[in-house]
Antibody
Framework: QMQLQESGPGLVKPSGTLAVTCAVSSDVVSDRYWWSWVRQAPGKGLEWIGEIQYSGVRTNYNPSLKSRASISLDKSDNKFSLRLTSVTAADTAVYYC???????????WGQGTLLSVSS | DIQMTQSPSILAASVGDRVTITCRASQSISSWLAWYQQKPGKAPELLIYKASILQSGVPSRFSGSGSGTEFTLTITSLQLEDFATYYCQQYDNNRTFGQGTKVEIK
């Protein structure tokens, strides 16, 4: 069964760039899924950040984060990544990677990785 | 943007109770609505999709209904393992989550 595993630096400095990667456990990152990032600030609810299509060409973003977020797909390495620029303490959260068909909900999630923004 | 509003934010209930959570969309999303359960320190898990279809493996005490802008999640005979936070999510236009409903022990 496919599994998703996030990895990231743990700590990012304010005004810096946050980068987190999701490894897909099988060679099906190009299957007809949309690959998403969702985050959850401490004690808060879930926030969808954005998604990338299996082709690696099409992306959609949460309008509130669109100017700072970028999602990419590496088919050869079975992973997809999120970059978030100009981070502040408000970007401190657990970042989850997840997948969905279209139109469909998220049916598989990674365990999440905590990224803290602090000097 | 489509906004999703859940109510209540917190619900205190006892084992065996029937529990209903409401989710409202700011515009029609047809039946493109999902419900998730999240326990502390864990990733969310899909319970229901397309407003009323139970995900494989989810107990039948969970049910969903609604279409357009009004949706409900019902748990009949609440069990100890059901105390958690529940989120609705629309996937009609991009994706948006409700703010969550925490079901706690009365």
């Amino acid at each position: 069964q496919m599994q998703l595993q996030e990895s990231g630096p743990g700590l990012v400095k304010p005004s810096g760039t946050l980068a987190v990667t999701c490894a897909v456990s099988s060679d099906v990152v190009s299957d007809r899924y949309w690959w998403s990032w969702v985050r959850q600030a401490p004690g808060k609810g879930l926030e969808w950040i954005g998604e990338i299509q299996y082709s690696g060409v099409r992306t959609n973003y949460n309008p509130s984060l669109k100017s700072r977020a970028s999602i990419s797909l590496d088919k050869s390495d079975n992973k997809f990544s999120l970059r978030l620029t100009s981070v502040t303490a408000a970007d401190t959260a657990v970042y989850y990677c997840t997948r969905a068909k279209f139109p469909a909900p998220f049916d598989l999630w990674g365990q999440g990785t905590l990224l803290s923004v602090s000097s | 943007d489509i906004q999703m509003t859940q109510s209540p934010s917190i619900l205190a209930a006892s084992v065996g109770d029937r529990v209903t959570i409401t989710c409202r969309a700011s515009q029609s999303i047809s039946s493109w609505l999902a419900w998730y359960q999240q326990k502390p320190g864990k990733a969310p898990e899909l319970l229901i999709y397309k407003a009323s279809i139970l995900q494989s493996g989810v107990p039948s005490r969970f049910s969903g209904s609604g279409s357009g802008t009004e949706f409900t999640l019902t748990i009949t005979s609440l069990q100890l393992e059901d105390f958690a936070t529940y989120y609705c999510q629309q996937y009609d236009n991009n994706r948006t989550f409700g703010q969550g409903t925490k079901v706690e022990i009365k």
